[in-house]
């Protein structure tokens, strides 16, 4: 592995790392329609602000989104698009998995 190919590869772990989480999916997924602030997201998970905080910095750490203040909130938006269109593939890849699994257990119940 060159230099180059490793530094890629980290970089690509930390993104993934950062989209790792369920509820810092659920952020991604909220923001994507329009920007939120950390109390609006906070009370859609069912966490505290604190803790909303913690998952927004992992995801702004990762380049993921960003933030813009308006008055005294700040609020989060997503900065590339094409994180969904990744999702999306992810719920290709679940919805195949689940009819792979339904098909072998129909197979088993056959036999």
Excluded: W
């Excluded at 920007?35 to 927004?56: F, N, W, Y």
Aim: overall charge positive; proline content about 2%; charged content about 25%.
């Amino acid at each position: 592995m060159t230099e180059e190919e490793k530094f890629r590869a980290e970089q690509r772990s930390i993104i993934f790392k950062a989209l790792a989480h369920p509820s810092r999916i659920f952020i991604v997924e909220k923001i994507q329609h329009k920007p939120h602030c950390v109390c609006e997201l906070a009370r859609m998970i069912g966490i505290d602000q604190s803790t909303t905080s913690k998952h927004l910095s992992v995801l702004k750490n990762a380049g993921i989104i960003e933030d813009k203040k308006n008055g005294t909130t700040v609020y989060y938006s997503l900065k590339y698009n094409c994180i969904m269109k990744f999702i999306g593939c992810i719920e290709n890849v679940i919805r195949q998995n689940m009819e792979n699994a339904f098909k072998f257990y129909l197979n088993s119940k056959i036999k």
